[in-house]
């Protein structure tokens, strides 16, 4: 069974750039959650999709950050501007239902200079 | 507000031997699950183990085991004949529910290293 996919690996932008990651679910899992590690911490969810509807979103900071899982399988998330402080990994999970297991994916190191 | 503690930052072990990983959690939740997950340099975050938080008797996943202290709120990881594929960070987590959501919280994380 292939894993949780996300791209790119690794991005290296400018502040106020915009940058966009990609992640792919693992096949049939409903539920999805991007999170934001910064180097040293452990990771903090940004938002959580059940299919295409959001669950939760209540830690990404809506001025900057968006994100979207348009047909409920693939999702986008984008900054812009992005800011010194976004420099992090941008974890991508997925479970099969709102009280399964998270499976993560290997996350987008993100550098903002 | 729920969070998560881990106290030691890094922790180094022998190989073959034993090392216990700290975890204390606040919490007013009745209903809830602990983790463990190990993260390798690669950054593909592996659960090792879960707890739930209504069972009284600890979890254990092979060499992994963990010594649950609900009263205490404490959850700490053990891992019995460390190996050098055990070296990782690793992060304890405590999920709850609000309003059908399942949400994860995650402690700073520790560092582990073993040595050969």
């Known amino acids: 069974e292939a894993g949780v996919a996300q791209s790119p690996r690794y991005k290296i932008i400018e502040k106020r750039q915009s940058v966009a990651f990609w992640c792919n679910p693992i096949?049939?899992?409903?539920?999805l959650y991007w999170y934001q590690q910064i180097l040293g911490q452990g990771p903090k969810l940004l938002i959580q999709?059940?299919?295409?509807?959001?669950?939760?979103d209540s830690q990404l900071p809506k001025d900057r950050f968006s994100a979207e899982r348009l047909k409920g399988v693939d999702s986008t998330l984008k900054i812009q501007p992005a800011k010194l402080e976004d420099s992090a990994v941008y974890l991508c999970?997925?479970?099969?239902?709102?009280?399964?297991?998270?499976?993560f994916g290997p996350g987008t190191r993100l550098t903002v200079l | 507000a729920q969070t998560v503690t881990q106290s030691q930052p890094e922790m180094s072990v022998q190989e073959a031997e034993t090392v216990t990983l700290s975890c204390t959690y606040d919490?007013?939740?009745?209903?809830?699950?602990l983790f463990w997950y190990k993260q390798p340099p690669s950054r593909q975050m592996i659960l090792v183990i879960r707890?739930?938080?209504?069972?009284?008797q600890n979890a254990t996943e092979n060499r992994f085991s963990v010594n649950f202290q609900k009263a205490a709120k404490s959850f700490s990881l053990k891992i019995s004949d460390s190996q050098l594929g055990d070296a990782a960070m690793y992060f304890c987590?405590?999920?709850?529910?609000?309003?059908?959501?399942?949400?994860?919280?995650f402690g700073q994380g520790t560092r582990l290293t073993i040595n050969p």
């Open positions: 919490t007013s939740e009745s209903d809830y699950y």
């Open positions: 999970a997925s479970s099969l239902d709102l009280a399964g297991e998270q499976f």
């Open positions: 987590a405590y999920r709850f529910g609000i309003q059908g959501a399942q949400k994860l919280v």
């Open positions: 096949s049939g899992h409903a539920t």
């Open positions: 999709f059940q299919n295409n509807g959001v669950v939760d």
């Open positions: 707890q739930e938080a209504y069972k009284q």
